[in-house]
Each structure stands twice: as C-alpha cells, then as structure tokens.
C-alpha cells in the first residue's frame, strides 16, 4: 500500500482556500503517474509544532503507483512546487505538502527519503485520516495499526473532521 499525505494552509491562486489547494493538487495526481485509490475526508488541523500561522486542511490517499520511491517523491516535490510551494524555513506556511507516508512497507533511510514518514505516528492529522481510510494498516517498524498507533497518541494536536 502506498500512502501519501496531503496538506496546505496556503491557498495557491487561482484557489481561494486552502482546502481548494489541497483538492487540486489531488485531482492533479493522475497526470503524474498516482492513480488515487482512496482518499480519506478532509481533516482541519493545527499546526505541529504550534505557532501563530493558519490551520492546515489534510487529508490522506492511498494510491497506486509504478515508481519506485525515490521517482515517486520526486514527483511529488515537483508537483508541490508547481502549487508555489518554496521551502526556505523549516515548518512555515506552505501553500502544499505532499508526504510519501509509506511505499509497500519499504524500509528506507537515506539523506532524501525515510520510509516510513519518521513523523507519521506522532501525528494526529496523519493518523486520523489514516485510520479513516485504513485503520488496519500497519506501520513498518512499530507493528501497530493506525488505529492502535490513533489511540495511544497523547491528548493535544488539535484535529477535526470537516463536513462533506
């Protein structure tokens, strides 16, 4: 299973919200190569680590692909910069985020790409869509579900589903 998550707290003209942002940038995924399987709903979240900037809208696919991962991240880092994304600072605003979370339970970790996302267990915006779409999955290294990895997150990270 190949997981990628999607999030913005920018909007990238011609979108007006964030949330348009992020469902373009989903509807793009087939023109380079990522045919989307399942696609969680839309979750509002704060940022991690908090600050003062806008909320993030997420969401989390699972999808199909050819690539092998370090072809897929790519795409998916150009695909981010065609949205305007720039990253100069570490943890801004950005106006898209997409994250190779896990390509088929590979284990990878080199200075460009770790599989699985090393962040991806401590993150209720992660893990709430995730377990939405696939709470059976189960993360490469730990052996939990998403559920079980949902469950054992400590209070805080402040997340909602928003309406359809």
Known sequence: MILIGIGSNLAAPP??????TAAAALAELPGIG???????GWFLSEPVPISDQPWFVNSVAIVASEMAPAALLHRLLTLEADFGRTRATPNAARTLDLDLLDHDSCRCDTATLTLPHPRLHQRRFVLGPLSEIAPGWRHPHLGLSAAELLARLPPGQKVRRLAE
């Open 34 to 40: 990522v045919q989307v399987i399942r696609c969680s």
């Open 15 to 20: 979108a007006r919200t964030p949330l348009e």
